[in-house]
């Protein structure tokens, strides 16, 4: 018999690679904060920074915060009654 050019197993266990453990992650250490839009169940992304003179002094800040797709929404809302002071994002924002 001749069994010359065989090719057994190469090594190769196929036991993939590491990866993170199924089911398990670190959970988010702070609650979600969700768009400030009725209805709305989206993570905020935007902090929208405004102030009504009328009922607020000049250097109270109030915020709104608004996920990507009402971050317009809610500027537009604030900005046509000349409320809003500035949109930055979630991230920079330091409170
Ligand atoms: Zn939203």
Redesign the pocket.
Known sequence: MDTSGGTPGRGDDGAGRPGPAPGAGPGSPEPEVL?S?RG?R?PATWVLVWNNPRIHTVDRRKTWV??D??RDYLADFLGVRGFLLETVPFAEFGG
Do not use: D
């Open positions: 768009c839009r709305c989206a608004a996920c797709e009402h």
